[in-house]
C-alpha cells in the first residue's frame, strides 16, 4: 500500500512539494485540494507532470465509499473502503445546529465490550491519521452543496465525534496527528470544543491527552456504578477501576476547563434498576460532567436486551432528581444498524 497524503501537515506538503522541485505555491493548491476531498488526479491546478510524481509514493484515493444508507430519520452510514481493502464505518448525523460525523480509529477493536458489533472479530489494524481524516473529507465532498461557511472554511461536517469502531487511545499517536490536522488553521480548521472523543477508560493514556492543550469533550464509557459489574461486559474494567478513571477525569478538567461526559448503555436486567440510578446519583453528583443514557442496540451475536422505553426515561427520571446532569440519547438510525460495527459485520457476511 502506497503512502497517503491526507497523513501530513501543511508544513509537511510544502517540504514535501519543495523536495519534488515544485515551486512553494503548489503546496496551497495541493493542501486545498485535498482539504476538499479530491483524488491528487482530481486536483485541476496541478499539472499533469506534477501529480505523476505524486502519484508514483501516494494513494490517489486513499479511501472510497463502498456502500451508502439513508435512513428515515435523515442519518446516513457508510461503509468506507481503503486502498488494502479494510472496512470501516461512519455516520452522518443532521441536527439544526449542523452535521456531526462520527469517525472510526481503527479497523475492529480489541477492546472486547460485549454490548458492541466493532469488537466482534478483534483488531485488524490502526487507521492513520490520513485514514481518519479522509472519512470525513469524502463526506464533506459528497454534502459539498450543504457546506456552511465561506471559502477554505465551507464544509457540511462542522462536529466530529470519535466514537466509531476502535478505541481512540489505544491508536493513541495517530488519532493525536488527525486532531492536529482536523483542528490546523490551513484545513479543515474545526474547532477542538466541537470534537468529542469517547474512550473505555485507558487510563495513562487520559493523563496524557489532558496534557496534549486540545480542549476536547472527552467521553467516557461508563456503563456502570460498580467494577464487578462492569468488567462483565468491559474487559476494559479489569486493567482500570472506575476511582482511577474519575480520577483521571478530574484531572482532565483540571488541566483543560472542560467538563467531561459518561456513556451509559442501558441493558436490561444489568445496570438499569432503582438501585443502580442511586448508586450512580452517589458516585458522580457535584462532578462537572453529563451523563448521555443510551438505549442499547442490541447485536444478534450478544446476549444482552434493550431496556423499554418508558423504564428508560423513569431512569433518567431518577438521575436528574438527584442532582445529576443527565440526557437520553435520541434513537438515530436504528433501521440502517447505527450502532458501531453493525455495517461492517453484514456486509462481511454477504460476501
Do not use: W
Amino acid at each position: 500500500m502506497k503512502k497517503i497524503l491526507q497523513d501530513l501537515s501543511y508544513a509537511e506538503i510544502e517540504e514535501l512539494v519543495l523536495a519534488l522541485g515544485e515551486k512553494k505555491f503548489r503546496a496551497k493548491q495541493l493542501y486545498e485540494g485535498l482539504t476538499q476531498g479530491k483524488t491528487i488526479g482530481g486536483i485541476t491546478s496541478l499539472s499533469k507532470a506534477f501529480k505523476e510524481k505524486l502519484l508514483e509514493e501516494y494513494e490517489d484515493e486513499p479511501v472510497k465509499i463502498k456502500e451508502k444508507y439513508l435512513s428515515a430519520d435523515g442519518t446516513e452510514k457508510f461503509l468506507f473502503e481503503y486502498a488494502d481493502g479494510n472496512l470501516v464505518e461512519g455516520v452522518l448525523m443532521k441536527y439544526k445546529y449542523g452535521y456531526t460525523q462520527c469517525v472510526s480509529t481503527q479497523v475492529g477493536c480489541r477492546m472486547g465490550c460485549k454490548f458492541c458489533a466493532s469488537t466482534l472479530g478483534g483488531l485488524i489494524r490502526n487507521l492513520t491519521a490520513g485514514e481518519i481524516l479522509c472519512q470525513i473529507l469524502v463526506v464533506n465532498a459528497l454534502h459539498k452543496e450543504d457546506a456552511a461557511g465561506q471559502g477554505k472554511e465551507a464544509r457540511a461536517v462542522t462536529n466530529v465525534v470519535l466514537m466509531g469502531s476502535g478505541e481512540p487511545l489505544d491508536n493513541y499517536d495517530e488519532v493525536l496527528r488527525f486532531l492536529r490536522n482536523v483542528t490546523a488553521e490551513e484545513g479543515l480548521c474545526i474547532s477542538a470544543r466541537n470534537i468529542s472523543l469517547s474512550t473505555c477508560g485507558i487510563v495513562p493514556k487520559m493523563y496524557r491527552l489532558a496534557d496534549e492543550g486540545l480542549p476536547l469533550n472527552l467521553t467516557v464509557s461508563l456503563h456502570a456504578t460498580d467494577d464487578e459489574t462492569r468488567a462483565r461486559t468491559m474487559p476494559v474494567a479489569k486493567a482500570y477501576k472506575i476511582a482511577e478513571i474519575l480520577k483521571a477525569c478530574d484531572y482532565y478538567f483540571q488541566k483543560t476547563g472542560r467538563r467531561y461526559y459518561f456513556e451509559y448503555t442501558l441493558i436490561e436486567g444489568e445496570n438499569c434498576d432503582e438501585q443502580h440510578a442511586l448508586a450512580l446519583v452517589k458516585l458522580l453528583k457535584g462532578k462537572p460532567c453529563h451523563v448521555n443514557l443510551i438505549r442499547l442496540n442490541e447485536v444478534k451475536e450478544r446476549d444482552l436486551k434493550a431496556l423499554d422505553d418508558k423504564s428508560a426515561y423513569r431512569f433518567l427520571g431518577k438521575l436528574e432528581k438527584g442532582g445529576l446532569s443527565a440526557t437520553l440519547r435520541r434513537q438515530i438510525g436504528v433501521d440502517i444498524g447505527g450502532a458501531c460495527g453493525q455495517l461492517r459485520a453484514q456486509y462481511i457476511e454477504r460476501v
